[in-house]
């Protein structure tokens, strides 16, 4: 029996694993028939105008208005209910009092409508009593296949289709541009300024509170939708944060997300928290989270559909240098000042692009970047000097700004740029200045491609948005060097659970400085030698077999900040001097607290190596969950505030990028003669302690403060952890909006041959392993798994190897069985390749179903291997709530479906005779 069944449609380069074919948003953004519940002709009206939207721009499909108390509604036939409409309903739209809004949703439910929307507003955003009826909304229509957007919200354009489920002014012209905006009001300004400006979308969403469909759920759908290019957003508040990252990040490898997120200030947050209910985190924490997926962050509206016009005209530039041609030098020193303000920098001209430049541009051009060619520059000189800037190696994008002097013809200097407008591979952006005389230029370049900014100074702005977005995807794409053995995560995770167990038990929530300092070497963190002593005696004892010199730090279940009571004493030199300090410290106690809160000292080395004082840290955000904190530490570091923030679990790379936010960065990499610090090991120390912020759920508070950084050593001096109350629900500790490493998904399983294979889910680093395993595969074992020939190129492309390896835990699991190989080396782990994949993907509209794949080395199909494997996946998959599983398997491939049916699979068939459906209910 083959031990290689199949569960792919033929591979596609964004994922693998089959897509069901039906989105039950399909019937929001595509119904066939709708209902509107509170239809009326009353003038002015929201039920009027949604009804006359729909009746007056034809969709290709039935209007039926609700009103108990009309038989007919502008002039069509009314229903007194829901229920009374004589056909199926796809989508309801409800328009009524939020009181009677609850009712309405279970009459929708019984009648068996598809898709809701809720303008209605009076919901959580009022308080208790709103947050009542949506919670009873969302009883009738949990566990159903209904989805509902909104309350509060303006309704769902579909320009496409010409579907206008809204109460706005007028509908949208048709483009590629998704919409999702939070204020139904901003919809609105938006809709009517596009209408004006001939901009399309490809659909435009009033999303309001997000009782049920959220962000992640519209940025998957339009993420699938062929005809969607962008996905635009106005946000006020993330709802599920996990789901929305999740989301993003799947989707900004192929497409761009542009969001501008409201409450950047506290008196802003707390009237979006007003607006929408809902909580409002850090806007640091916010701002990591987007770089950490991907997602680009502007700051200002006409930015939004700027960028989203830039993205899809020009290339993203491989870096923040930008080369700036101009024929005035005001304008030039002004976008100067923005490109550098905002992280970009100026291109340093190169030598030959000098030596090209002094032979074609008059004596007195600017010897410099902003390249100023003078107020009499032709259209040719333009182009030419375009064309040796972008030849330069060091540039990364060119910016060509234009003021209508005398000398200068706008229009001919558009068109002698035109060719240039997508063949240098690098982002070409213009700012033709002025009004009408420069309007001709402007159409021009606008039909080129070449994105045009009013002033040069917005099309900075664009270029800092565009270096910053690439290289936030680069990280996604960069395969990191973890080295971290799960097996070790497990020993790590049973050791730390030990020490917080016993903090629990002793109805305690802050850990004393020895138990922090074990919890971090459970991780593997190196710390200072640390013991304790309860007494003077006990305190010069330890101090003998340390040796001299020695800090003695006061060690209390209670009091957290030692310094702030004078509970730490340094270079103690002698037995005198640790029994005085002793009694210094436990005599400040009793006197700034209580001889209660002294529970003895902590003896420690005095560490004199030179270095760096870091703080590394970790606390919990409302809306993220736990969050990391890299930068400058000592006593001063609330002085100082040189910190980086980011999401756990970490990479190296991610961890590295962190690092590179923060100034003393620069310094931990080597200055004024100092060696640099060993970065590669830091990296891995973040690496190791944001796996153990996300890994134990307890912990509310975490700092290292300080990690001594210097060529020698790393080492953490000092560390306080709080926990949160021991009566704390499990279900309501916060969760990490990244899921971290599943490790209940690690065991081990036997060959027929006897030989033993580690089974753990994949990691990001193990791409160098997944590609030697596709070098090994036969083109049988290739055709069964894609359905066909697949050239070897294609199957271990990076981009492809990303979304296998550097998966989101959240959607898919996939698990690797792998054993020893003395000759084999992958990632820092010597010895070990893997011999099957097993992966189970969850369906994005049956969040229960999973689609599930399966492929062993040729060499160990027949061994039971991917029976034992598919087994597992399974069992870990149901335990996260996964009840249905399905593949669709060749005919032709007997072996395959022979395991399947040996774990309970049912065969079914398909429209396609050479595959059969295979399904499992549990």
């Not at 699938?224 to 490898?253: C, H, K, N, P, W």
């Not at 981009?799 to 959607?811: E, G, K, P, Q, S």
Request: charged share 20%.
């Amino acid at each position: 029996m083959s031990d290689t069944p199949t569960a792919v449609s033929p591979i596609d380069p964004s994922h693998d694993l089959r897509v069901m074919e039906t989105n039950p948003l399909d019937y929001i953004f595509h119904p066939k028939s709708v209902a509107v519940i509170g239809a009326t002709e009353k003038e002015v009206s929201v039920g009027r105008t949604v009804l006359w939207n729909l009746i007056s721009n034809p969709f290709g499909g039935f209007v039926y208005p609700v009103n108990p108390k009309r038989p007919q509604v502008l002039g069509v036939h009314a229903y007194p209910t829901v229920g009374a409409i004589p056909a199926s309903v796809d989508l309801a739209v409800i328009c009524t009092a939020a009181r009677y809004v609850p009712s309405l949703v279970k009459e929708c439910v019984e009648a068996g409508v598809k898709g809701i929307i809720v303008i209605s507003a009076g919901f959580k955003e009022m308080g208790q009593d709103g947050e009542k009826l949506e919670a009873e909304i969302r009883s009738y229509i949990r566990g159903t296949n209904v989805r509902l957007v909104g309350p509060n919200c303006l309704g769902v354009m579909n320009p496409l289709s010409g579907v206008n489920a809204t109460f706005g002014k007028g509908m949208a012209y048709p483009g590629r541009v998704a919409f999702i905006s939070q204020s139904g009001a901003l919809c609105t300004a938006i809709l009517d300024w596009s209408i004006t400006e001939h901009v399309g979308f490809s659909s435009f969403v009033s999303i309001g509170s997000m009782l049920d469909v959220n962000w992640g759920d519209l940025i998957d759908y339009f993420g699938q939708d062929s005809r969607t290019d962008a996905i635009v957003i106005y946000m006020e508040s993330v709802g599920d944060a996990r789901a929305f990252l999740s989301a993003a990040r799947e989707v900004a490898l192929t497409k761009p997300i542009i969001v501008i997120k409201a409450g950047r200030t506290a008196a802003a947050a707390k009237a979006a928290a007003s607006h929408t209910g809902s909580l409002t985190g850090s806007d640091d924490v916010l701002d990591a989270a987007f770089k950490r997926v991907g997602v680009m962050r502007v700051d200002k509206i006409s930015d939004l559909f700027a960028m989203a016009e830039t993205l899809a005209r020009q290339p993203l530039p491989k870096g923040p240098r930008l080369t700036i041609i101009t024929n005035a030098g005001g304008p030039g020193v002004l976008a100067t000042d923005t490109l550098v303000l905002g992280g970009g920098k100026l291109t340093d001209i190169s030598e030959e692009t000098f030596d090209a430049l002094n032979a074609l541009l008059p004596a007195h051009w600017s010897h410099n970047n902003p390249i100023d060619i003078l107020g009499d520059a032709e259209p040719e000189k333009y182009a030419k000097t375009l064309e040796i800037a972008a030849e330069d190696s060091q540039s990364h994008g060119l910016l060509v700004i234009l003021t209508p002097q005398d000398m200068t013809n706008p229009t001919l200097t558009a068109e002698a740029l035109k060719p240039y407008a997508t063949k240098l591979g690098k982002p070409v952006l213009a700012s033709w200045m002025g009004g009408a005389v420069v309007s001709a230029g402007r159409e021009i370049l606008n039909h080129a491609h070449i994105p045009n900014f009013e002033h040069p100074d917005d099309a900075c702005r664009a270029f800092n948005y565009l270096w910053q977005y690439s290289a936030n995807l680069k990280d996604i794409y960069e395969t990191p060097m973890t080295g971290e053995s799960p097996d070790d995560l497990m020993a790590s995770r049973a050791k730390a659970q030990e020490i917080i167990e016993a903090v629990k038990k002793d109805g305690r929530t802050l850990l004393n400085e020895y138990e922090s300092k074990k919890l971090l070497e459970a991780y593997g963190i190196p710390t200072v030698q640390t013991e304790v002593a309860t007494n003077a005696d006990q305190a010069v004892e330890w101090g003998e077999k340390i040796g001299y010199p020695l800090v003695l730090k006061l060690y209390s279940n209670t009091i957290t900040h030692k310094t702030d009571v004078g509970g730490v004493v340094l270079n103690l030199n002698s037995a005198d001097a640790v029994r005085q300090a002793f009694e210094r410290i436990k005599n400040a106690v009793a006197e700034k607290h209580s001889l209660a809160d002294f529970q003895g000292v902590t003896v420690q080395p005095m560490i004199k190596l030179e270095g760096y004082e870091i703080i590394l840290g970790s606390s919990v955000d409302p809306q993220f969950g736990p969050v990391l904190l890299f930068g400058a530490g000592g006593q001063l570091v609330e002085v100082f505030k040189d910190r980086a923030l980011g999401l756990p679990p970490l990479t190296t790379t991610l961890a590295r990028r962190m690092m590179q936010g923060t100034k003393i960065y620069t310094a931990l990499k080597g200055v004024r003669g100092r060696k640099s610090v060993d970065m590669a090991a830091l990296e891995m120390l973040m690496v190791r302690f944001s796996f153990l912020v996300s890994q134990e759920p307890w912990i509310k508070e975490l700092d290292i403060n300080p990690l001594l950084a210097s060529s020698e050593a790393l080492v953490a001096l000092d560390a306080r952890v709080l926990l949160h109350d021991p009566e704390t629900k499990i279900s309501e500790l916060p969760k990490p909006a990244i899921k971290p490493y599943p490790l209940h998904g690690i065991t081990k399983i036997k060959a027929k041959t006897g030989e033993e294979l580690s089974v753990r889910p994949i990691l990001a680093g193990d791409e160098a392993m997944v590609v030697d395993f596709q070098h090994g595969l036969s083109e049988q074992t290739v055709l069964n798994r894609y359905h066909q020939p697949v050239i070897l190129d294609e199957r271990t492309a990076h981009a492809r190897m990303v979304r296998i390896c550097y998966t989101d835990y959240d959607r898919e699991l996939s698990l690797i069985a792998t054993r020893l190989n003395p000759e084999k080396e992958s990632n820092g782990r010597k010895g070990e390749e893997i011999v099957a994949i097993c992966r189970i993907a969850r369906h994005r509209q049956n969040p229960r179903g999973g689609e599930f794949s399966l492929m062993v080395a040729d060499a160990w199909q027949n061994k039971g291997l991917g029976r034992q494997l598919l087994e597992h996946a399974i069992k870990v998959t149901s335990q996260e709530g996964l009840n249905r599983f399905s593949a669709d398997v060749l005919c032709s491939n007997a072996g395959g479906i022979a395991l399947c049916k040996s774990l309970g699979f049912e065969a079914k068939p398909t429209d396609d005779p050479s595959k059969l459906r295979m399904e499992l209910v549990i």
